[in-house]
């Protein structure tokens, strides 16, 4: 019998006995209603579209703040090859029209009781590599119906738990409806010849695809969508609608006064002298301050490297090693969701925009979304809470001082007149912040972040410093509808408007938040040599004079 008169799809898959297994699959299971079809397709037509792709099909690296993949083109576009090049994709066009097949559409409909489906095609093959990811969104845009993934994954070498890639399904906050929870409590892996399949549903549909470990395999799917009619119920409620909700126009109520003096005026021999407890010599020496400005005059940042002094930067240091090797994160380890999460340490959430650890030391050590607490042992909470505490008291006597305020003055001409901060972990294969309109700035700010990672060991500085680790503070401009940049490099780039700053041990970057800017921190890959830890300041600059002097021009003149 010839290729085309095999059946694509298992045969009894469409009948009405496993259609009702399905049903109740799909309804029975948590966070949100899915299903998986295991021995979804002829298992030798799936190798030859697996080979047919690998051979005959381009992929393009693409790289966000959202995911890092390989991407086809959409196979929808599988009609408009010549024949010849069509010939090369048989299976693959086989294998398309089956799933966009009227039968399997009402099957599909009737499984996830989402109505009617239309015959437009959309899907593409994606491939993660080692350190591809996808972070947590619901799939809303436009009129998709139901999300479907087929899995490619090499027949002869099973997919494992150890090899990372898994599906994960997140449920809603507990506290904030229509907001994922910082922990997924589903995971699926990329089983092949299988299908995993769920409903879009604005605000709930969360999911993610967690890093791929291995560096054996590739973690090859067919991902797609149904659609419908129209759009889904609730649109409204879709993350990319809320990565898209500006922030309130006032912020200068969110800063606070420095303490411990004034930030106006010179410096003094006594704030030198307090200054001096905490920060490198060199950056208290005059003579330094004209080439410190002069570099952030011209470029709008600087990173100021060795920042604390060798007291406290071989302290912090050696409690930011502890704390990973309480926890097992990083170089490769595979991390627990529950790792850092205790010591005065909280998750912070939700997943469609950010999750990283945050430092309070009055917390209860709970995990943001209020369904997970932290699981760390008696020694992980003992490191956790060292580096926390450590952090903590250089962001309270440091970073909030009215003598640190007149120091960033020298080194940048900015006259500051409040102050935010907190301190941040970010772990190895699990967390990032996500670039939205939350977080587009509207007046002018200035970020003072001083990182903390490993550097020890050969080879981290070239890691952090080639950003295919991640965990590095990317800033990029807004395009004219409000949309972040899609796609950037790894390096600056001055026609997109694109900074990235690499992490370093003991580093402070300055950088001024102009009108129009997002920012991020990448996805931080288990790879990586550690967490990063860092206490990340943002400070109002003082009103322009030449501003104020135009405002108080025109009350006259009126």
Request: net charge negative; charged share 20%; with cysteine.
């Amino acid at each position: 019998m010839t290729d085309e008169g095999v059946a694509v799809l298992r045969p009894g898959l469409l009948t009405a006995n496993a259609q009702a297994d399905l049903k109740a699959q799909y309804e029975g299971s948590q966070p949100y209603p899915h299903c998986v079809i295991q021995d979804f397709a002829n298992p030798d037509l799936l190798r030859k579209v697996r080979e047919e792709i690998i051979t005959n099909v381009q992929a393009t690296y693409k790289e966000t703040d959202l995911f890092k993949m390989f991407q086809t083109g959409d196979l929808a576009n599988l009609d408009a090859l010549p024949p010849e090049q069509a010939a090369k994709l048989a299976s693959v066009f086989r294998l398309r029209q089956a799933i966009y097949s009227p039968d399997f559409r009402s099957f599909i409909s009737q499984v996830t009781g989402c109505g009617e489906l239309s015959d437009q095609t959309d899907c593409a093959c994606n491939v993660h590599a080692a350190g591809g990811h996808l972070l947590c969104h619901d799939d809303v845009i436009g009129n998709r119906r139901v999300s479907y993934i087929v899995y490619l994954t090499d027949p002869d070498d099973p997919w494992t738990a150890e090899d990372g890639g898994a599906l994960e399904l997140y449920p809603q906050a507990a506290d904030t409806p229509h907001e994922p929870a910082v922990v997924p409590t589903a995971t699926l892996l990329p089983v092949w010849n299988s299908l995993a399949c769920f409903r879009v549903q604005p605000g709930r549909s969360f999911h993610s695809i967690q890093e791929v470990y291995t560096g054996d395999k590739p973690r090859m799917s067919i991902q797609g969508w149904f659609h419908a009619a129209q759009a889904p119920d609730n649109a409204e409620l879709a993350t990319r609608n809320q990565l898209q909700l500006r922030a309130g126009e006032d912020t200068a109520h969110d800063f606070k006064p420095f303490s411990g003096g004034s930030p106006a005026g010179e410096l003094s021999a006594e704030d030198l002298a307090y200054l001096g407890q905490y920060v490198n010599p060199s950056y208290l020496s005059q003579a330094n301050w004209a080439k410190v400005e002069a570099k952030f005059k011209e470029d709008g940042s600087v990173q100021l490297h060795n920042f604390l002094k060798p007291t406290w930067a071989q302290r912090v240091a050696a409690a930011v090693a502890a704390a990973d090797a309480a926890d097992q994160l990083g170089r490769g380890q595979v991390p627990a969701y529950t790792a850092g999460v205790c010591g005065g340490w909280q998750a912070a959430g939700p997943c469609h925009k950010q999750r990283y650890l945050r430092y309070s030391p009055d917390s209860t050590s709970t995990s943001g979304g209020g369904s997970h607490e932290g699981g760390g042992s008696s020694s992980s909470s003992a490191a956790a809470a060292a580096v926390g505490a450590l952090l903590s008291q250089l962001q309270s006597e440091l970073f909030a001082s009215g003598a640190f305020a007149k120091l960033l003055r020298q080194l940048t001409t900015i006259g500051l007149v409040g102050q935010q901060a907190e301190v941040r972990r970010f772990r190895p294969g699990l967390d990032y912040t996500v670039a939205h309109y939350g977080l587009l700035t509207r007046d002018p700010q200035m970020d003072a972040v001083l990182c903390f990672v490993a550097g020890g060991e050969a080879g981290d500085g070239e890691a952090w410093e080639s950003g295919e680790v991640g965990g590095y503070e990317a800033y990029l401009l807004a395009d004219e509808d409000g949309e972040a940049a899609a796609v950037y490099s790894t390096a600056q780039d001055d026609e997109t408007g694109v900074l990235n700053l690499s992490p370093a041990a003991n580093t402070l970057n300055l950088v001024l938040r102009d009108e129009g800017l997002m920012r991020f921190v990448k996805f931080l890959s288990c790879q990586a040599p550690s967490s990063r830890f860092d206490i990340a300041a943002t400070y109002l600059p003082e009103p322009d004079s030449d501003e104020e002097e135009e405002g108080e021009k025109g009350e006259e003149e009126a």
